[in-house]
């Protein structure tokens, strides 16, 4: 969609506009504290490191911003491309980490002032407290003053360092300097961490991208271009630095403090460069301060009003002064929280904070452009894309989360506490007020449900036949003996597999065996003489209920003759059934399903042994009395339809002539491109099964209640078995309680072990399709 800005930024002045969103107080404050926590000049080696490790995420933002320009920046990459939950985190990181680099250049931008001015040396604190209320009421009046002199303030603090770097390289001592490449330095990824902070703004290039000509080929190199010119700028002017000042004794002379912190650009000018140059990089760390300050302030202050909008934070955080035409709330909170940071915080702490969450912030950056690139989103289209995809967002992941836990425990605890809050904060006001979810979900849940498709058309498509073995034992009820045989021929009818209905009966251990267990054939018991089952009509055509066979009658003996009756005696009768079906590599093993043991923790039985033992699928018949219809319900309790599951209701339904019902939950607050993710599954599945089938979306809460309501009406119900576990036991399975509520028969369908998914990926898919 048109903009109507007009795309006028050519290469120059969009790396100007990163450029100064990193070049900023941190340059003129870190070198001395990161000198102490590396102990030695490897320091210039941790700026190298920390400008290289932000290169993957500044590629995938690249590559996003060309997508999609849109200001917003990474908050906006990585709340389209996760989601709300990783997007509230990413607003969140992004304002406290810009708010740490604001307090970052008061509290260390102060020392220059007492370098100029002695005498306020014990009121550093309350300055620079009174500083952030001054800018805080700068940008309440008018963000247009805050950044009005924001490229004149970066062009001067270059040439000012530019400056000290040609004036002090003559001057350095080779001796200060030695060891400033050493990759063995102790501390090296410490001092990587804590300079981190220094090249927050680097994304700042996508907020503009819609006024930038030609895209594809500007902001890649704009972005790329202004990280190595900013890089080659911090390690220059720290080589200088460490290469002239002797820090452990100006530390001992009072000149630095025993962290590092001060003054330390001023005082290396004051070495190389005279009275003039000291003026001069003091002066352009005083406007470091003014600049990074204002300028942090006035970014923080603008996510919580970004995500006021998305709904993510109460919506006073959106509400502009019409005075000032400024979020007031927004800046005010925000300049509260840079002042508690000065006040509470040491300096080495407010750097390691803000670095711990612009890393987090990285990580998700690159996260998010994983999510759009492998959720195959509609209107996707980059002009630019990332290279060594995967590779290279999993580099800068990796590289990120290594770096994190190097910040120290404080900063790594508190970014940890602040994301979980975050979490929690979502999941109590968020999440009720938005059905939005990110392009990586809904595009993994196209995956999923693709997957699903390939493996049950590739089932539906074998032609095979599928060998089923009927369990009946001294327990059995001879009408549900019935029935399942009923339901197994209905089931090989079109296959053309093989029944086996096998009595298995117990008898007493026996001392001396005769080697293996014998199953004779039998003829046909006095139940099976009277079973019924629905079958094809002389012209071929299916109705419910369709005409009826006898296994009596002459004429259907004859058509059943795949039909075997054994007799097994047993000692142990779910161990046989286990063997039986193992040796004659049967399919399917049907049995009467017990509910009162499949409730029990510690209690075994014919059921439970069977599940956890069966080398094939395992159907469970709960019968109450079937004898045809005209719709078979089938049910998923969690995540995609099984195959086998599938297979076993359609082949039901050729037989009888009956309509399938396939019955899915979402929640009732489900967003819309979850909605029709599902329906377009359910939609594919249609066409891949071979009788008529309905579709029916639930959007319910409770799963069990909303499948029983729609299911009560069904004269079959085919759904999944769970594993077995402390949960059920406690709370009940799905699938069993949505079998124990309804009134018609069901059949619970254990596909064999290899087709199930573990507890993982049932987990995720159960989240991606029903929760």
Not at 373 to 400: C, H, K, N
Not at 681 to 692: A, E, K
């Amino acid at each position: 969609m048109k903009s109507g800005l007009k795309r006028d930024l050519g290469l120059f002045p969009t790396m100007a506009i990163a450029i100064g969103a990193m070049v900023g107080a941190g340059i003129f404050i870190l070198p001395g504290v990161a000198f102490m926590t590396v102990d030695g000049p490897a320091v210039v080696l941790a700026f190298l490191l920390a400008g290289i490790l932000i290169l993957p995420a500044a590629f995938s933002a690249s590559e996003m911003a060309t997508a999609m320009p849109e200001d917003g920046g990474s908050y906006v990459f990585v709340e389209r491309g996760m989601g709300p939950l990783l997007g509230t985190i990413a607003g969140v990181g992004n304002w406290f980490m810009l708010s740490f680099k604001g307090a970052l250049a008061l509290v260390g931008g102060v020392p220059y002032l007492v370098f100029i001015t002695p005498g306020i040396a014990e009121y550093i604190i309350p300055l620079a407290v009174a500083l952030a209320i001054f800018f805080t009421i700068i940008n309440i009046v008018s963000a247009k003053s805050a950044g009005r002199f924001q490229f004149v303030i970066v062009g001067v603090m270059i040439a000012a360092l530019g400056y000290f770097i040609v004036g002090g390289v003559p001057s350095i001592v080779p001796e200060q300097a030695s060891g400033a490449w050493n990759f063995g330095s102790g501390g090296l990824l410490a001092a990587t961490a804590l300079v981190f902070i220094s090249y927050a703004g680097v994304i700042k290039i996508s907020a503009v991208a819609e006024e930038v000509k030609d895209p594809g080929k500007t902001i890649p190199r704009a972005m790329i271009g202004s990280i190595v010119f900013t890089t080659a700028l911090y390690v220059a002017v720290v080589y200088v630095a460490v290469g002239v000042v002797d820090i452990p004794a100006a530390i001992e002379a009072g000149d630095l403090q025993s962290d590092g912190e001060g003054p330390i650009m001023a005082l290396a000018a004051e070495q190389v460069l005279g009275p003039i140059g000291t003026a001069v990089i003091v002066a352009a760390a005083l406007l470091a301060l003014a600049s990074t300050a204002n300028a942090g302030l006035l970014s923080a202050s603008r996510f919580p009003f970004a995500m006021a909008r998305d709904g993510l934070v109460p919506p006073a955080f959106e509400r502009v002064s019409p005075r000032f035409s400024t979020p007031v709330l927004s800046v005010v909170v925000s300049g509260g929280v840079v002042a508690l940071m000065i006040i509470f915080l040491p300096i080495d702490q407010v750097a390691k904070f803000g670095s711990a969450f612009q890393i987090i912030v990285f990580i998700l950056v690159n996260l998010a452009l994983i999510g759009f690139r492998e959720g195959a989103v509609d209107g996707y289209d980059p002009v630019f894309t990332s290279p060594l995809y995967p590779w290279m967002q999993i580099f800068g992941m990796a590289s990120g989360l290594l770096v994190l836990t190097q910040v120290g425990f404080v900063p790594f605890a508190g970014a940890a506490f602040i994301t979980v809050v975050s979490i929690v904060y979502f999941y109590l006001y968020v999440r009720p007020r938005t059905d939005r979810e990110g392009a990586a979900r809904t595009g993994v849940r196209k995956s999923v449900g693709e997957t699903a498709l390939k493996r049950t058309k590739d089932l539906f498509v074998e032609q095979r036949g599928y060998d089923t073995l009927v369990v009946v034992t001294d327990d059995t009820p001879s009408e549900t003996s019935a029935q399942m045989l009923r339901l197994a021929v209905e089931f090989s009818d079109s296959r053309q597999g093989d029944i086996t209905v096998g009595t298995f009966t117990q008898v007493p251990p026996r001392i001396f065996t005769a080697g293996d267990t014998k199953s004779p054939r039998t003829d046909p018991p006095e139940w099976a003489m009277n079973a019924t089952t629905s079958s094809v009509s002389m012209d071929d055509g299916r109705s419910g209920g369709g005409a009826q066979k006898n296994l009596n009658d002459t004429e259907s003996a004859g058509e059943l003759s795949n039909v075997t009756f054994r007799e097994i005696e047993t000692e142990d009768v779910g161990r046989a059934v286990v063997e039986y079906a193992s040796f004659h590599e049967e399919n399917f093993i049907m049995l009467e399903r017990r509910a009162e043991e499949l409730y029990e923790l510690y209690r075994g039985g014919l059921n439970k042994y069977v599940l956890k033992n069966a080398p094939c699928a395992v159907l469970l018949v709960e019968d109450r009395g079937f004898d045809g219809g005209d719709e078979i319900a089938v049910g998923t309790n969690s995540g995609t339809y099984d195959p086998v599951k599938l297979l076993v209701a359609n082949e039901i339904a050729e037989g009888t002539g009956a309509t399938l019902t396939l019955l899915q939950t979402v929640p009732a607050d489900a967003s819309d491109e979850r909605r029709a993710v599902v329906q377009e599954y359910h939609d594919n599945l249609r066409r891949i099964l071979t009788v008529d089938a309905d579709s029916r979306v639930l959007e319910t809460d409770d799963r069990v209640e909303g499948l029983s309501r729609f299911a009560e009406s069904a004269d079959l119900l085919v759904t999944t078995t769970q594993r077995r576990g402390l949960q059920g036991v406690v709370f009940g399975y799905p699938g069993d309680r949505l079998v124990d509520n309804i009134d018609c028969t069901a059949v619970m369908v254990q596909p064999p072990d290899k087709r199930r998914s573990g507890l993982i990926q049932r987990a995720v898919i159960d989240r991606l399709f029903n929760n």
